[in-house]
């Protein structure tokens, strides 16, 4: 291991060179070292900064056009060892079949590759990213009558999901990888055939040229599009060109609350509650349509949980949800519990009624008081952290939470501008489509259906009317968090930015570990697919290296593919 606290002179040649030390940068170091390759980590944070430092990079700027669809930046990005994972969750869902296949009813939805592809690393992903075996399937019956709603998908959750001092440490304390940090890139050498040449980067204001092998780009969606981009603006045959699919389909997801679940026996519950495992991981069991009813009534992939009611409504009358959300109002103490895009969504926009939520408290104060040590003990003070909680009530009644799939849609993209004052600007046109919302409420209507034929319960919408609950859940489509589809796995250069092995097309050692490459957003939140693409190209990489014999990383076919493009 060597970590570069001070340089006046570039490390030596590397097999490759990463830029990120987020969740998926570590995640592809990680494999790229256990396989034997000697690998460059440089993060323009430090191995303390990703738990503090959310101010953007002096001459870099972002202009996000709908705020009310994109959070800030603040909220999304970090910059350091372990990245976002200090505002993670922690929450491990792969892909399904489906989310790589061509389906007729979302558009450029088939991928270069399917699932048979990304199974090999599932296990080290999971390795990785602390989240038990890879059991991603309840050996546990369905509720009968559900018909093609299931309850068998799993998610699992990261043990302890903040990687700066555990998959971090363990990345720069590796004997190939060498750690350089509080270093930024900006800007690259390309060679006449297209090949990365260098990396520049600066640090306390001075430059220095790093050569490798082969370059990864693991800055985050947001932060990888916009360095290309800008050398798009260079160069402007590069990466497909300004009308290419570079910085194009910017995807999330739809996430949110707009109906309770009415369970008709409230012990049901417990099917669908928190559980730590045999492998000491908590999973959680939810509702999913299976391939063939999504394809039977055309909808997105879309999945449901059970939640606490909306911790600001003082109708729920719980004192210990009343208490909790007294403790996130207090922002420096909400922001130590949670971060700060859900501490937000949970506390909802003012008023806030605090007198009825102190009347709550009182109506059962050591039990509030209990409850929430116990919240603590087990999410902040245990080895295992608990992802969450669900408070149990005799009246079956739920929120019901959804994640749901958005479609892939080329006019919701990041594009360069130029301040007045002559400053770069990263530009966020995020958008969501009337389809978007369509299967969501149609989702909610097949659930709502075979739970009342199964006798097992119902939904009831929180809005008086179906215009009311389409208003609601267009008011919760707002993401920013999952950053997918910028720079897109492709058939071909004009089809996508990277081939199906991570490689741009426009250059054949410059590769991208993201979910950035996704070409569809699937219903599972993207870090465990994208770390899974994290290690399948560390493999890559390395099946490379023992094959060649040149110093630049070859890819004859792919140079020829490219070389091509470009002439």
């Known amino acids: 291991?060597?970590?570069?606290?001070?340089?006046?002179e570039p490390p030596g040649d590397v097999d490759c060179c990463v830029i990120g030390a987020g969740p998926v940068g570590l995640a592809f170091a990680m494999a790229a070292a256990e396989a034997g390759l000697t690998v460059l980590l440089v993060d323009a944070g430090t191995e303390r900064s990703a738990a503090r430092d959310i101010r953007p990079h002096s001459g870099q700027r972002t202009e996000i056009l709908d705020p009310a669809r994109h959070a800030p930046l603040q909220q999304t990005v970090r910059r350091g060892v372990g990245g976002t994972s200090s505002?993670?969750?922690?929450?491990?869902?792969?892909?399904?079949?489906?989310?790589?296949?061509?389906?007729?009813?979302?558009?450029?939805?088939?991928?270069?590759?399917?699932?048979?592809?990304?199974?090999?690393?599932?296990?080290?992903?999971?390795?990785?990213?602390?989240?038990?075996?890879?059991?991603?399937?309840?050996?546990?019956?369905?509720?009968?009558?559900?018909?093609?709603?299931?309850?068998?998908?799993?998610?699992?959750?990261?043990?302890?999901?903040?990687?700066?001092?555990?998959?971090?440490?363990?990345?720069?304390d590796h004997p190939n990888v060498t750690a350089l940090l509080d270093t930024r890139l900006v800007d690259a050498?390309?060679?006449?055939?297209?090949?990365?040449?260098?990396?520049?980067?600066?640090?306390?204001?001075?430059?220095?040229?790093?050569?490798?092998?082969?370059?990864?780009?693991?800055?985050?969606?947001?932060?990888?599009?916009?360095f290309l981009l800008e050398q798009q603006r260079r160069r402007p045959d590069s990466f497909g060109g300004p009308d290419g699919p570079l910085g194009r389909y910017y995807m999330g997801h739809l996430t949110g609350s707009i109906a309770d679940i009415v369970l008709d026996d409230p012990a049901r519950a417990a099917d669908l509650d928190f559980v730590l495992d045999e492998h000491d991981t908590y999973v959680r069991?939810?509702?999913?349509?299976?391939?063939?009813?999504?394809?039977?009534?055309?909808?997105?992939?879309?999945?449901?949980?059970?939640?606490?009611?909306p911790f600001y409504e003082h109708e729920h009358r719980n004192p210990t949800l009343s208490l909790v959300f007294l403790g996130l109002i207090l922002r420096p103490i909400g922001r130590r519990i949670l971060a700060e895009g859900i501490r937000l969504r949970h506390i909802?926009?003012?008023?806030?009624?605090?007198s009825a939520h102190l009347r709550n408290v009182l109506r059962k104060p050591w039990r509030a008081v209990g409850d929430v040590l116990d919240i603590l003990r087990r999410r902040y003070l245990s080895s295992v952290r608990k992802p969450g909680f669900i408070l149990r009530n005799d009246r079956g009644r739920y929120g019901l939470h959804y994640h749901a799939e958005q479609?892939?849609?080329?006019?919701?993209?990041?594009?360069?501008?130029?301040?007045?004052?002559?400053?770069?600007?990263?530009?966020?046109?995020?958008?969501?489509?009337?389809?978007?919302?369509?299967?969501?409420?149609?989702?909610?209507?097949?659930?709502?259906?075979?739970?009342?034929?199964?006798?097992?319960?119902?939904?009831?919408?929180?809005?008086?009317?179906?215009?009311?609950?389409?208003?609601?859940?267009?008011?919760?489509?707002?993401?920013?968090?999952?950053?997918?589809?910028?720079?897109?796995?492709?058939?071909?250069?004009?089809?996508?930015?990277?081939?199906r092995d991570c490689r741009t097309f426009w250059s054949s050692n410059l590769f991208i570990a993201s979910s950035s490459v996704f070409r569809t957003a699937g219903e599972a939140n993207p870090t465990f697919l994208a770390a899974c693409l994290g290690v399948r190209l560390a493999n890559h990489l390395s099946g490379v290296s023992r094959r060649s014999t040149d110093e630049t990383c070859p890819g004859d076919a792919h140079e020829q593919q490219t070389n091509a493009v470009r002439s």
């Open 407 to 499: 479609l892939p849609f080329a006019d919701s993209r990041l594009t360069m501008a130029t301040a007045p004052d002559g400053t770069p600007v990263l530009r966020v046109d995020y958008r969501y489509q009337e389809e978007d919302i369509d299967s969501l409420l149609r989702c909610h209507q097949l659930l709502d259906e075979r739970l009342r034929e199964s006798g097992i319960g119902r939904l009831e919408y929180l809005a008086a009317d179906p215009a009311g609950v389409r208003e609601s859940a267009w008011e919760q489509t707002t993401d920013g968090f999952h950053s997918i589809g910028t720079t897109r796995m492709g058939f071909d250069p004009t089809d996508g930015v990277v081939d």
């Open 1 to 8: 291991m060597t970590l570069l606290r001070s340089w006046t």
């Open 189 to 226: 050498d390309f060679a006449a055939d297209g090949k990365v040449a260098r990396l520049v980067v600066e640090r306390a204001g001075t430059q220095m040229r790093l050569r490798a092998r082969s370059y990864v780009l693991a800055l985050g969606g947001l932060e990888t599009t916009r």
């Open 348 to 354: 909802g926009r003012p008023p806030y009624r605090i």
């Open 285 to 309: 069991r939810r509702f999913s349509f299976s391939e063939e009813a999504q394809r039977k009534h055309r909808v997105l992939n879309t999945a449901f949980y059970l939640d606490n009611p």
């Open 87 to 172: 505002i993670w969750g922690g929450r491990c869902v792969p892909f399904e079949p489906i989310d790589f296949e061509e389906r007729d009813y979302v558009p450029d939805s088939a991928w270069p590759i399917d699932a048979r592809d990304v199974e090999p690393y599932v296990e080290t992903a999971a390795r990785f990213l602390d989240c038990g075996a890879s059991v991603f399937r309840s050996d546990q019956p369905d509720w009968n009558g559900l018909g093609d709603i299931h309850m068998s998908n799993l998610e699992r959750w990261a043990r302890q999901p903040k990687f700066a001092t555990r998959l971090g440490r363990r990345v720069i």
